[in-house]
T-cell receptor, first 114, second 111 residues
Framework: AQSVTQLDSQVPVFEEAPVELRCNYS??????LFWYVQYPNQGLQLLLK??????LVESINGFEAEFNKSQTSFHLRKPSVHISDTAEYFC????????????FGAGTRLFVKA | DVKVTQSSRYLVKRTGEKVFLECVQD?????MFWYRQDPGLGLRLIYF???????EKGDIPEGYSVSREKKERFSLILESASTNQTSMYLC??????????FGSGTQLSVL
């Protein structure tokens, strides 16, 4: 079985500041890892994913996440945030075996202030 | 673009009613999921299905059942709605590339 812990429920930050949203997971098998984003009044959409290969993955809008197997973490970072990054971010995990069951964390609400 | 359509955006039901939430996807995906989203709890998996007529319990299946008679349609059933089932319900589908595609959600209120 898998579980996901997002360590911060809310992260307020000023525009153009760096941000890190933390995610730790537990699993008895190897995993795929995901970050999904939910903008205000919109549905969830994939931000980035780690399946295999390079442990650093990037999104098209400047976010990156690094898979750290020893620390079982997949923290999301952005060096300079914009007002439009205000959203709720969800970390998710899926085991490589046992079907397509995808488990989500409780979410981190990122609030970017001018 | 993949489309996952949930039949209702808002639904209000009374305690004890049987409630059907419908979800249809148009990309021939094998896998479909039902989650509920509650503030502070994130998304919790209720049921998922990896093939027609196949279903697996998620983390919170109590009080729910599902039906998948056709590949494109996955229904969530609340046998006897209760107030603690007031929530946002999200349907998702995925093919072989692991990414989930979500519907826009159904906000269910049970009074």
């Amino acid at each position: 079985a898998q579980s996901v812990t997002q360590l911060d429920s809310q992260v307020p930050v000023f525009e153009e500041a760096p941000v890190e949203l933390r995610c730790n997971y537990s699993s008895s098998v190897s995993v795929y890892l995901f970050w999904y984003v939910q903008y205000p009044n919109q549905g969830l959409q994939l931000l980035l994913k780690y399946l295999s290969g390079s442990t650093l993955v990037e999104s098209i809008n400047g976010f990156e996440a690094e898979f750290n197997k020893s620390q079982t973490s997949f923290h999301l970072r952005k060096p300079s945030v914009h007002i439009s990054d205000t959203a709720e971010y969800f970390c998710a995990v899926r085991g490589l075996t046992g079907g397509f069951k995808t488990i989500f964390g409780a979410g981190t609400r990122l609030f970017v202030k001018a | 673009d993949v489309k996952v359509t949930q039949s209702s955006r808002y639904l209000v039901k009374r305690t004890g009613e049987k409630v059907f939430l419908e979800c249809v996807q148009d990309m021939d995906h094998e896998n479909m999921f039902w989650y509920r989203q509650d503030p502070g709890l994130g998304l919790r998996l209720i049921y998922f299905s990896y093939d027609v007529k196949m279903k697996e319990k998620g983390d919170i299946p109590e009080g729910y059942s599902v039906s998948r008679e056709k590949k494109e349609r996955f229904s969530l059933i609340l046998e006897s709605a209760s107030t603690n089932q007031t929530s946002m319900y999200l349907c998702a589908s995925s093919g072989s590339n692991e990414k989930l595609f979500f519907g826009s959600g159904t906000q269910l209120s049970v009074l």
